[in-house]
């Protein structure tokens, strides 16, 4: 299928590898012109070249923190009219909640909630001015099944969510979207030190942790990065305009509820 998104200009936050690469990814196969964005520029620079060269799209790193203003600005002067934006950040480590002070707490709504919303603020305007965009959030399975092991990540990307759905009523009619991808255990980094973590409280090794989880999960196994990247693809197809204020489940089924 042609997405009908080649020649377009893509910001992809916290890209240079995960759920986050993944999207870049996908979108560059499309022939977007993707910004890769991330904290480190050696790792940025080197997935750049070689997304580039892999897939013949032009694809331009932009060395930045997302969660910071300074970093926002840095990510607008590099491409000050995206016509798609996927938000994505790196959740708070695991840990018992009542252990968080406030400076925890606020670093966690500055990553996963406030950091989407202020980039949303800079690029969504122009979107429906001009006629076309595409939001993507990356979330969490988690905010539809909630866990005490991760609550900071938890409460921080429920304000997200909220937020998205509020604001989505009044860019659809200008062909802008914005919806939430919710992933659940996908074979990333963050999937291991999650697993660590429980693995250790649990006083079991790693490979234990990962064979309990794989034994319990109704599809036998993790969700690859891949399958990921393709769902936000097409989240930011020009056949998703219909689509908005939704949240997005990829979680193998694993969530035993309806909605």
């Keep these: 299928m042609d997405l009908g998104i080649r020649g377009k200009k893509a910001i992809i936050c916290a890209s240079s590898e995960g759920l986050g690469r993944a999207c870049a990814e996908a979108l560059a196969e499309n022939g977007v012109h993707v910004f890769l964005n991330g904290r480190r520029p050696e790792i940025l620079e080197t997935a750049a070249r070689d997304m580039s060269e892999r897939h013949g799209t032009e694809v331009t790193a932009i060395a930045a923190d997302a969660t910071t203003e300074e970093g926002r600005e840095a990510i607008r002067a590099a491409c000050p009219s995206p016509d798609i934006l996927v938000n994505n950040a790196a959740g708070p480590p695991p840990g018992d909640w009542r252990q968080s002070d406030r400076d925890q707490w606020q670093a966690a709504v500055d990553s996963n909630m406030l ?41 921080a990307r429920l304000g997200l969510t909220g937020f998205s759905k509020g604001i989505a009523a009044g860019y659809i009619g200008r062909n802008v979207t914005i919806n939430n991808l919710l992933p659940e255990q996908f074979e990333t980094q963050r999937l291991r030190k999650n697993l660590a973590y429980i693995a250790e409280q649990k006083g079991v090794s790693l490979d234990e942790e990962i064979a309990s989880q794989l034994a319990s999960a109704p599809a036998g196994r993790f969700g690859r990065p891949e399958e990921f990247g393709a769902t936000c693809a097409f989240l930011c197809s020009a056949h998703a305009g219909y689509m908005s204020g939704q949240n997005i489940l990829l979680d193998g089924a694993r969530l035993p509820g309806l909605f």
Excluded: E, W, Y
Excluded at 117 to 134: N, P, Q, T, V, Y
Excluded at 139 to 145: D, E, F, I, N, P
């Design 115 to 155: 950091s989407a919303i202020f980039l949303i603020r800079a690029f969504a305007d122009g979107m429906a001015d001009r006629g076309f965009g595409r939001i993507v959030n990356i979330t969490s399975a988690l905010v539809k099944a909630p866990n005490q092991v991760i609550s900071l990540s938890v409460a």
